[in-house]
């Protein structure tokens, strides 16, 4: 089970990657192969992956290291703490486990050296103070390991029964017994955490939570725990009490980057986009050089609605890593919804230049190119989008249109009758097939797709209006005037809708309501060409003068 491995994937470094999937099925001799092959191939001691492999090949030998310990090889366990710490000297229970090791073959003084720096890292790791002040004890420094003991006690730890802080007072062979015997049951987090790596790497989550909350339960104080935890609830749906989670972890570290993101992505889960990206943004600020992280934070900020704001996280993160597509990709989504196509098109090109088989940047190239009427371009990039990905039927769809824009109907119709063939209740599809049919006067055809795509999607006012049309050109004039009416009825700023509507009541006769419609479409429109004409003609016949002179 990886942490931050889960999120950051390193583009263009194999070993790095592969050292995460060996480190998530539990193959840590394969992992730290893995992991320091990449750290020799990263150029720069800056670039975050370099780090990124360093922590995790230390953690991977951590876990060797509590295998040999757990099986009484304590040389070999040794031997992998000791490489762990050069690999990553910041990590407080390797210290922890080689004091313990050194305690146990009587070597006390490399014992106390490897408690007080796992102390000096991390003040209030009660085990390793304890442990200090067994070895202490065995110095014969009885004075220095009750002041220990005496800390511990203060910080809430329960101490053994018989043993007594008071001063002078010798410490009893049988209390130290107890001591160790106590902190290795509270040590035992790593156990249940273990427990929890092989459960979940066998797809056993609920498994994995119950041993994680054991190892909570033994160490409260462990953020890193509550964080482990919280990820496998959110992958079990339980996102309410995965917050909990990543919240009391960042209340016990309030920098704890990993906690900020998974408590971010929790709330991206839920749709909470803004509360996302405030997290996520913070978390940008305490480890700049992700880009990962930057990403994530524009990726809430444009799912949330501010693809303005989302620009910015997205230049962070290819400023971190300018190989990162996903952002190009990003990037020009935003730049898109914000109508600047000429950026858009610029990060598109840029993506597909470091991820030439991203089907999905080849599409939204096409659908920047439709949008900005250059139909050849558009074709020409949905035609190898398909090439990657030819189920997908909005590829088909938008690769139509591209052609019944630059009038290539009969290439138009085969993408739309194959997207619907793909999917038989797409109404887009149905709805431009249903207009390309009215525009080939096939008619019988055009209403057949019509009426799909209005009962698939009764709230689009478009697609009753082209209904409407359909009906009309066939002479149904009932039918002709319910879809318009419905069409207006969605959207009552409709004007092509309205003045269909109207002009088929002024046929029937039907001044008045023709007025009406017409009069409104003015209201919108004052400068309705049509509308006024037709009321100029409506006046002649049922309105006064005076009321065309207020209208004209």
């Known amino acids: 089970m990886t942490l931050f491995g889960k999120i950051l994937h390193r583009e263009g470094n194999e070993h790095y990657n592969r050292g995460i999937a060996f480190f998530n099925e539990g193959l840590y001799k394969e992992a730290v192969a893995e992991f320091e092959q990449a750290i020799?191939?990263?150029?720069?001691?800056?670039?975050?992956y370099y780090n990124l492999g360093l922590f995790y090949a230390a953690e991977a030998r951590a876990h060797l290291g509590l295998a040999h310990f757990k099986s009484g090889e304590l040389k070999k366990a040794e031997e992998e703490f000791n490489k762990a710490l050069t690999e990553s000297p910041n990590y407080p229970d390797l210290?922890?486990?080689?004091?313990?090791?050194?305690?146990?073959?009587?070597?006390?003084?490399?014992?106390?050296?490897?408690?007080?720096?796992?102390?000096?890292?991390?003040?209030?790791?009660?085990?390793?103070?304890?442990y200090l002040a067994v070895c202490l004890h065995a110095i014969g420094d009885e004075k220095a390991a009750r002041e220990q003991l005496?800390?511990?006690?203060?910080?809430?730890?329960?101490?053994?029964?018989?043993?007594?802080?008071?001063?002078?007072?010798h410490i009893p062979e049988e209390a130290i017994a107890e001591l160790k015997q106590m902190v290795k049951k509270k040590s035992d987090y790593f156990t249940h955490l273990d427990n929890a790596v092989s459960s979940y790497n066998r797809g056993l989550k609920k498994q994995a939570i119950v041993e994680l909350k054991k190892a909570v339960e033994l160490q409260p104080r462990y953020a890193d725990l509550h964080c482990k935890l919280g990820i496998i609830l959110r992958e079990t749906g339980e996102t309410s009490q995965a917050a909990r989670e990543f919240k009391e972890a960042i209340s016990i570290n309030p920098d704890y980057v990993e906690a900020h993101v998974h408590l971010g992505l929790t709330y991206m889960a839920e749709e909470r986009y803004g509360e996302a990206a405030k997290l996520l943004s913070h978390a940008a600020e305490l480890a700049p050089s992700y880009a990962d992280i930057h990403f994530l934070a524009g990726l809430a900020l444009y799912k949330g609605g501010f693809p303005q704001l989302a620009v910015d996280e997205f230049k962070m993160a290819l400023t971190a890593n300018n190989s990162f597509w996903r952002a190009h990709y990003y990037l020009a989504l935003c730049y898109h919804s914000i109508e600047d196509t000429d950026?858009?098109?610029?990060?598109?090109?840029?993506?597909?230049?470091?991820?030439p088989d991203a089907g999905i940047a080849r599409a939204e190239l096409g659908r920047v190119y439709l949008s900005r009427g250059n139909h050849k371009e558009a074709a020409s990039e949905f035609e190898i989008a398909i090439g990657y990905h030819p189920d997908f039927p909005d590829l088909r769809l938008n690769l139509g249109l591209s052609y019944m824009r630059s009038k290539n109907?009969?290439?138009?119709?085969?993408?739309?009758?194959?997207?619907?063939?793909?999917?038989?209740?797409?109404?887009?599809?149905?709805?431009?097939?249903?207009?390309l049919s009215i525009r080939e006067k096939k008619l019988e055809e055009a209403l057949s797709h019509l009426k799909k795509a209005a009962s698939v999607c009764p709230e689009h006012a478009d697609?009753?209006?082209?209904?409407?049309?359909?009906?009309?050109?066939?002479?149904?004039?009932?039918?002709?005037?319910?879809?318009?009416?419905?069409?207006?009825?969605?959207?009552?700023?409709?004007?092509?809708?309205?003045?269909?509507?109207?002009?088929?009541?002024q046929r029937q006769s039907r001044f008045e309501e023709a007025r009406d419609h017409f009069l409104h479409v003015l209201r919108i429109e004052p400068e309705n060409l049509l509308a006024r004409s037709y009321l100029d003609d409506d006046i002649l016949r049922s309105a006064s003068p005076s009321d065309g002179k207020s209208l004209i």
């Open 95 to 130: 210290h922890f486990y080689l004091g313990v090791i050194y305690e146990k073959s009587s070597r006390h003084q490399e014992a106390i050296k490897e408690l007080e720096e796992a102390l000096t890292i991390n003040p209030h790791y009660a085990e390793a103070r304890c």
């Open 409 to 435: 109907y009969e290439q138009a119709r085969e993408q739309f009758v194959r997207a619907i063939e793909l999917n038989p209740d797409y109404a887009l599809a149905h709805f431009a097939l249903g207009r």
């Open 343 to 355: 950026k858009a098109v610029k990060e598109l090109k840029s993506a597909l230049e470091q991820a």
């Open 150 to 169: 005496q800390e511990v006690k203060r910080a809430g730890y329960d101490l053994p029964l018989s043993l007594s802080l008071q001063t002078n007072t």
């Open 463 to 505: 697609v009753h209006h082209w209904l409407g049309k359909a009906y009309g050109m066939t002479d149904c004039e009932k039918e002709a005037e319910g879809s318009f009416a419905t069409a207006v009825g969605i959207n009552g700023n409709f004007v092509a809708a309205r003045l269909e509507l109207a002009l088929l009541l």
């Open 40 to 48: 020799e191939t990263i150029s720069s001691k800056k670039d975050p």
